[in-house]
């Protein structure tokens, strides 16, 4: 007990001498390669969707469909949910596009920020549903094994805001506070003095790492979620539509950025809840469906796609158990449960 009791005062000195006890923001957002800008924002975004992608691959070959299937109905849905993101800031906060002062134009400039993840996700489905359709996919399945990777993007494209000094919550002088800079959005930097050093606009709640870290969380608890139970095809996803709202309802109560209110609440509060709902009713619905078709693998003939528990387990595919093996009466309660 001796020699844990001065771990708090090292702490406290460590902290005194200068050791930093905060979080900083970047002073630059966008950088250049001659006339071509590189934004944080886009390539926060860009490598969300790059490791998105390549989960939903690994989930759907093990499931028994075609290699490369999941970049071709990402063609699809991946411009359609940055449309439908955009489409969802801009009505929901029209302001600074539409209103008094305002600039149309800069409704076109999606590097500055400014994403829904309602839009981005119900836009989003609309083209992975026509990209399913043209790939012969289940669309219950993509979903389904998308879901962890949306997570997964959702919480990388967190830190664009970070390099854009913006989503942040109250004030705060606790260890992890962030440093906030006063920002030029058209330089896609941290306005300076007269000295030319940035000006500190404060130190506040990282509500954009709060997201993040929230994000990562759901998609270990779906990723367990199918390993541990044999869901029917789509309640991954539904499970991930009512996952997400939970944390988001807490997370956009910290925040202290501009947003319009309906009776008191952010409009993004009672978006949360609807969406929250609509997972229960999706989880419940999917759940009563028929399984769907059997996959077609890379030589084009019908596999016989395991669950995302036999797929993914430690003992490989209910296949490969030899035809006298006991059966797993662990599964078969789960199945009587359900």
């Not at 109905?73 to 600074?96: C, D, E, K, M, N």
């Not at 609440?265 to 759940?287: A, D």
């Amino acid at each position: 007990m001796s020699r844990l009791s001065g771990i708090p005062s090292l702490v406290t000195t460590q902290l005194q001498s200068g050791l930093p006890a905060e979080i900083p923001s970047p002073t630059v957002g966008v950088w250049h390669l001659g006339p071509i800008p590189i934004r944080g924002y886009a390539m926060c975004i860009l490598a969300g969707i790059i490791v998105a992608v390549w989960l939903t691959q690994r989930r759907l070959s093990a499931r028994g469909y075609r290699h490369g299937v999941a970049i071709d109905i990402s063609a699809w849905a991946v411009p359609f949910g940055i449309i439908g993101g955009r489409l969802y800031h801009l009505i929901t906060t029209p302001q600074p596009y539409f209103g008094e002062g305002g600039n149309p134009w800069n409704a076109f400039k999606i590097y500055e920020g400014g994403l829904g993840i309602w839009g981005a996700v119900a836009l989003g489905a609309v083209g992975a549903l026509i990209g399913c359709r043209k790939n012969g996919v289940s669309f219950r399945d993509f979903v389904d094994a998308a879901a962890p990777g949306l997570a997964i993007a959702q919480a990388m494209g967190r830190f664009g805001n970070w390099f854009n000094n913006e989503i942040y919550g109250a004030p705060t002088d606790l260890p992890w506070r962030l440093k906030i800079y006063e920002w030029d959005t058209s330089a896609g930097r941290a306005v300076v003095d007269a000295a030319g050093n940035p000006v500190v606009k404060g130190y506040f709640h990282p509500t954009f790492l709060y997201e993040a870290l929230w994000c990562l969380v759901l998609a270990a608890f779906l990723l367990w979620l199918g390993r541990r139970f044999e869901l029917r095809s789509g309640q991954t996803f539904a499970a991930y539509v009512m996952g997400y709202p939970i944390g988001r309802i807490v997370i956009e109560n910290m925040r202290t950025d501009s947003a319009n209110h309906i009776l008191g609440q952010r409009v993004n509060t009672w978006v949360s809840l609807l969406v929250f709902l609509l997972g229960v009713w999706l989880w419940f619905r999917f759940g009563r469906m028929d399984p769907p078709p059997p996959p077609v693998g890379d030589d084009g003939a019908a596999a016989s796609a395991p669950t995302e528990a036999a797929e993914l387990g430690p003992e490989g595919p209910a296949e490969d158990l030899p035809a006298d093996a006991p059966a797993d009466t662990g599964s078969s309660r789960r199945r009587s449960d359900r």
